[in-house]
T-cell receptor, first 111, second 117 residues
Framework: RKEVEQDPGPFNVPEGATVAFNCTYS??????FFWYRQDCRKEPKLLMSVYSSGNEDGRFTAQLNRASQYISLLIRDSKLSDSATYLC????????????FGAGTRLFVKA | DTGVSQDPRHKITKRGQNVTFRCDPI?????LYWYRQTLGQGPEFLTY????????KSRLLSDRFSAERPKGSFSTLEIQRTEQGDSAMYLC???????????????FGPGTRLTVL
């Protein structure tokens, strides 16, 4: 079992739709959580951190469920420019810090 | 430009050759990371430095791979006797960790795309 798992998609949605991605992690030593966005042949860019209380940034909402060991990302009112791969990132604290990326979920937003 | 920079952006080499990549982190970031990414996968952690100390290495980092950060600023990643399976995007990231418990937000460079023929 992978340490961080995501549905690879692709998710094909029309503009204006709401779409949600989940990411599950297996290690209870997971300490910090992030969502990154990666465009084709570009580097990953931080989208948002994920906090236990949940957090929102404009059209994006992230949630963390430690009991069930998953994080989620909700995108409202999808734009064409939201088309990208969304990477779930978990940082483990096992004495040292280890960063684990999911394989990503591809999103296509169509007009 | 104060972001993470990497050089070269592209490298084509023949199997068996050695290659070296350079990463310049965001100024004053004390942590520097190397990752490898292949098509359809997320970045895979290779190693990281806190200042000049290499604190962790992945099992992916075979003895043909070596990374250095001699003065705690830029870093180099060398691959010796390259193999076709080494073809990938090599990403560098940096972060600033003031305290061990602080959340580690990493900022990525544009990557070096390696093709081994």
């Amino acid at each position: 079992r992978k340490e961080v798992e995501q549905d690879p998609g692709p998710f094909n949605v029309p503009e204006g739709a709401t779409v949600a991605f989940n990411c599950t992690y297996s290690n209870s030593a997971s300490q910090s959580f992030f969502w990154y966005r990666q465009d084709c042949r570009k580097e990953p860019k931080l989208l948002m951190s994920v906090y236990s209380s949940g957090n929102e940034d404009g059209r994006f909402t992230a949630q963390l469920n430690r009991a069930s060991q998953y994080i989620s990302l909700l995108i409202r009112d999808s734009k064409l420019s939201d088309s990208a791969t969304y990477l779930c990132v978990v940082i483990l604290n096992t004495g040292g810090f280890k960063t684990i990326f999911g394989a990503g979920t591809r999103l296509f937003v169509k007009a | 430009d104060t972001g993470v920079s990497q050089d070269p952006r592209h490298k084509i080499t023949k199997r068996g050759q050695n290659v070296t990549f350079r990463c310049d982190p965001i100024s004053e970031h004390n942590r520097l990371y190397w990752y490898r990414q292949t098509l359809g996968q997320g970045p895979e952690f290779l190693t990281y430095f806190q200042n000049e100390a290499q604190l962790e290495k992945s099992r992916l980092l075979s003895d043909r791979f070596s990374a250095e950060r001699p003065k705690g600023s830029f870093s180099t990643l060398e691959i010796q006797r390259t193999e076709q399976g080494d073809s990938a995007m090599y990403l560098c990231a940096s972060s600033s960790m003031a305290r061990r418990s602080q959340s580690d937000t990493q900022y990525f460079g544009p990557g070096t795309r390696l093709t081994v023929l």
